[in-house]
């Protein structure tokens, strides 16, 4: 049984530490010591569970038709890899949640208070909104812009969006901005670590 090819199991928390990985990547500034932990304490182990195994099968000659098994794992690997170089699962979270993004905030810049539940604004979770501040030594609010803070699951959430109507945001000590296509931008503030 230890010279077969890697199991259901073992493909499924493989692919699930993937697809965390993968999540923790879908937002404007990347949890980064958190994916390289999942990484360190959940690929490292099974990549070495994988080595010892198609080590026995290799020297007992027992590697047999079922190849595809054998090197699933690193595909899986390389998938995410690959995603996580052009930046595929923000773009593609990003891309599909735009529109209901928008909308919402164009109701943030119409109303006047901030009591706004926590709701799903596309594929974010937004639990504030409210007008920017302008820029420089301009403290009025910017109109058509909003500030939407989002929170994600099992992190302290950093993941926040500012939509401009003019202008780009100023970075501050605290506050880091990354462009994200047209007057949208990916916010970062400091998180009180």
């Known amino acids: ?47 070495v569970i994988w080595l010892f195994r198609f080590g026995l099968a290799v020297s007992r000659g027992a590697i047999d038709g079922r190849i595809v098994r054998w090197v699933l794992p690193w595909i899986i690997a390389g998938g995410v ?4 170089v052009v930046d595929a699962p923000f773009w593609l979270r990003f891309t599909i949640s735009k529109p209901s993004m928008e909308a919402y905030a164009q109701t943030v810049t119409r109303q006047t208070d ?11 979770r937004i639990c504030d909104a409210f007008p920017c501040l302008g820029l420089e030594k301009n403290t ?12 994600e699951w099992a992190v302290y959430s950093n993941t926040n969006f500012v939509l401009l109507s003019k202008g780009e945001p100023e970075e501050t ?21």
């Not at 692919?15 to 937002?27: M, R």
């Not at 812009?145 to 989002?150: F, P």
């Open 1 to 47: 049984m230890i010279t077969k090819p890697p199991g259901w199991l073992y493909l499924t928390v493989l692919s699930a530490s993937a697809c965390v990985i993968l999540y923790w990547a879908s937002v404007p500034h990347w949890y980064v010591i958190e994916m390289m932990l999942v990484a360190f304490f959940f690929g490292v182990p099974l990549y």
């Open 173 to 193: 000590a605290n506050d880091t901005y990354r462009h994200l296509t047209g007057r949208w931008y990916g916010w970062r503030d400091w998180d009180y670590w």
């Open 140 to 151: 009025e609010d910017v109109p058509g812009s909003a500030c939407l803070i989002a929170e």
């Open 114 to 124: 901030r009591d706004f539940p926590c709701q799903w604004v596309g594929l974010y």
């Open 81 to 84: 890899v690959g995603a996580l």
